[in-house]
């Protein structure tokens, strides 16, 4: 199984998508002919082994990365034929990022940081909807500050509060808790999904915490650069689950 | 320690290349320098060994003045004829001949030009056939008194032929003779050393070259076989008595070429100092370099510190890179030098059109140790401080986040206001005090540890002027990145910017000076000289231009004009100092032209500046003793006391003095129109009074005083040219610490990139980074050079730099070229950011 549909109105999607590093005996197929659609209004996590290409997916559907084979629409344009400077507009405008670490300028306040991408456009950002999205984050007091003077959690938010300004088609986190303790961890996690239901916003979040997943709406599971499972309303209990099971299909336990 | 030390040089090439470059520029102009004048100076010997080959003994008569290569050419006394029959009869002396050769024998070419020449001398010689090193090329030597043969380089330059009617101006104004032969040397060479070279028949050469009939300016003496030339030497030595100067040929070919080769050192002090400069700004750049890579290495020291290095041993290993880095900069250094030591030599002798056979370029011994020691000793200087800042780097930074904080800056200020506080009292006292020897010293000493001093200030400095330069560019997000990146490490950009200073404000110091100086001339030309119209022209080489002096005769029966009076020049000795004297026909006429009055002067009464005549203590009524050129001395009285500037130079002989100065025309002239006469009237007549003198021409004031400024315009010209290097240098370090910058930054490049930032906006992030580091420099460049270039000027006051100008215009000129070298600087680290991979950026360490 390859492929994973959703039904309604779709945000990404990727048709039947290679992608091989290297050559000769070096070479890694990180992606063998991955098809995947991503709803709008949907936040979805991608989960799997390291190695398993999640990454690798991740920034092939952000425009990031170019594709072998396969196509990659974002928001109804195709993407997998665009140039740099198209691929650069795409990404400023319709793709938030949030990595999982150094998301931010350090010569720039955090309120500058979370402005970037507008001003790299030249846009200014709607005062209705700056008020939101700083208010959902919670960092109304520590706009002034440089990152050097922010926790690493705030920092996040930070990042996350960056994506979501520009009202992207879709945002891209990879693994955007990886780095953070539980109780920060939590902080993120509840402020994207509230940007999913309360804005409509559609993420797709990499990460390898069954806990974080179960923040999503749906989980989808790669294993050796193929699409092997999915899960919809995820706990963190059938994460697990789902997880235990494709590790002993893949890889049986010897006793 | 020193596999690691190696390992991690190696993968810092680029860097080490581009900062190891301000050391072989250094180097290169040590060696280059030195491989001129080593191959110049045995040019010379060559030369002079082949000219005076044919030359067993010479004797010439003591001159009156003995001066050196620098301040001119040593003026031989004449030797009468009847000297040479006493020769003959000494024992050993097989033949003996009289010779001339002066220079100013001046060919007008073909085109009506005079055939200049900026340094070998122009000969006139008597004919005394073909010697053994010579060979006719067409035609024979001159038997007639209107004939005359030259050498070959002369004939190419002047484009004249055998069968020409030639123009040549000597002791006397313009005389046309029949061109019979043209000669040439052995091994085809047109001349020897360049010189040219006209030979007249014996009786005219010592009427129009000496001046005095049956005198000579050397006898040539052969010996016989079986004799040597010492032993002849010393016999004519004793025969001839003190007054004599008895030389053998080899002799003779070494004080000849240890003339000019005095001349040569001169020049090569002039490389050296530019040398230091860039050696100066070097240091800068490297110092830079080397704090990078180890603020860039602190995790990898900090690891081998964990492991158990000593701090010794990571100065060690930072120091050895130095020295590696010296050593390869000092090869490299060393063979550019080479190279261009012989091309300067080539340059030097085929300049003014002269062919100068040079001797096979070859390399010193001084310039291999001194490229090693330079290279080696500066880079080891600049790498002190980066080292010690390493071996203070904890263990426990391996384990930590690289975090270079902000070290305050206190510490270094202090040590820069103290440094500023010594150089610019050095500076101080060498300017406004009389310190004597080592007034030169305290100057550029003071001015050394003033950069020094500004540049430790300048990281202070550097944040309020950046980020107010900076706000030039704010108005778009690619410009306030880059002004905030270009004020993220003020030290590395106060360093980048200072290293910029050094040549600007050099540049502008001269700059200032200049402009001042040729401020106040025109001011005082302008004040004093009431003359209309001037006879002068432009002096190319040690000979100045000179014109027929009838033309001050028939100019004063010009119509309209009040006065005319021709200047006359020479060095002389007075007290056993060597002084400048003018002199003139009649002191009261060129007062009357100049625009002042003064007496008629006797034959034994001399004029002078009354601030001379303070300084040297001559009052009105003293008597003061002249030799001047040539002939005795002679004792005149203090007779006339003037303003200084009122009355043109500081001491005026009376016209009796003229025919023993070494150039008896005059030099320049003065005329002064009746009130009411307009100049374009007169101008015309006076022009074609001097058609016959081409190397004059008559000019209105305004030319005049425009000419005479031009000379400073030159200077500034060929300081902006040799300092444009030390700026080059400059150059590659804004490169080095933008291609640092964009390393450091891949990943925020990376994030930058990701979130939508395009190329073209990423490399305009890049260059105001550069833009604003540079004009930055450029700024304290401008502020410190106006400010030493004004104290150098108010310390000139009292030397008739009455006037300060600050060169605005080219100041600016200089920032605007600031800018746009940070732009050009800017070219391939800029690149190189928006070719950044995204991806493997953002995923970078
Ligand atoms: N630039 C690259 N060059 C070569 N191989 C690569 C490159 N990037 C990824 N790979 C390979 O592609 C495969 C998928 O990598 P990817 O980074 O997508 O995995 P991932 O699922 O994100 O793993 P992790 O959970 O460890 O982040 C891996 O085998 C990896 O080694
Ligand atoms: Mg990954």
Redesign the pocket.
Known sequence: MTATKTGGPVAARAEEIW?V??SGE?Q????RGVSAEFGRGRFTAIM????????????CLAGLDTVDRGTVHVGGTEISNLGDKALTRLRRDRIGFVFQQFNLLPTLSAAENIRLPLDIAGRKPDPQWWETVITTVGLSDRLAHRPSQLSGGQQQRVACARALIGRPDVIFA??PTGNLDSRSGAEVLSFLRSSVREHGQTIVM?T?DPVAASYADRVVF?AD?AIVDELADPTAETVLDTMKRLDTQTDPVML | MLRATLKSLLARKLRLILSGLAVVLGVMFVSGALVLTDTLNRTFDSIFADAYAATDVAVTAKPALEISELEGEEVPAPLPAATIDKIKTVSGVRDATGRIDLDGARVIAADGKVLTSFGPPRMGVNWTGVDDIMEMRAGRGPESDDEIAMNAATAALSGWQVGDRVPVLTREPKKMFTLVGVWAYTGGRDSLGGVQEVAFTTPVAQALMLGEANAFTSVVVRADDGVTPAQVRDDLTTALGADYQVRTGEELAADSAAGLQEGVGFFNQILLGFAGVALFVGIFLILNTFSIIVAQRTRELALLRAMGASRNQVIGSVMVEAVIVGAVAAVLGLAAGIGAGAGLGYLFSTMGGSSLTLAPVGVPLSAVISAFVVGIVITVIAAVLPALRASRIAPIAAMQEVATPDRPLTKLTVAGSLVTTIGATALGLGLFSDTGDTTIWLIIGGALVTFIGIALLTPLISRPVVSLLGRLFSWSLPGRLGRLNSGRNPRRTAITAAALMVGIALVTGVTVVMDSAKSSLKAEVARVLKAQIMISGDQAGPRPPTYDPAVIDEAATVPGVRAAAGVYHDMVQIDGEQRYVNATGDLATLAQAYGTTAPTLTEDQLAVSAENAAAWGWQDGRTVTVQASRGEPHTYTVAHLYPEGALPGSIILPAGAIKDFAITQPTIGYIRLDDGVSVSAVLPQIKALVADSPEVTAVDQQTFVDDQAAGFDQIIMMIQILLGLAILIAVLGVVNTLALSVLERTRELGLLRAVGLNRSQTMRMITVEAVVISVFGALLGVTVGAGMGSAVTRALENDGITELVLPWPRMATYLALAALVGVVAAILPALRAARLNV??AISHD
Do not use: F, I, Q
């Open positions: 992608k590093y290297g070096a890694v197929t990180a992606l799997g082994p390291s190695g398993s290409g999640k990454s690798t997916l991740m920034h990879d693994e990499v390898h790669l650069g | 991806l493997g």
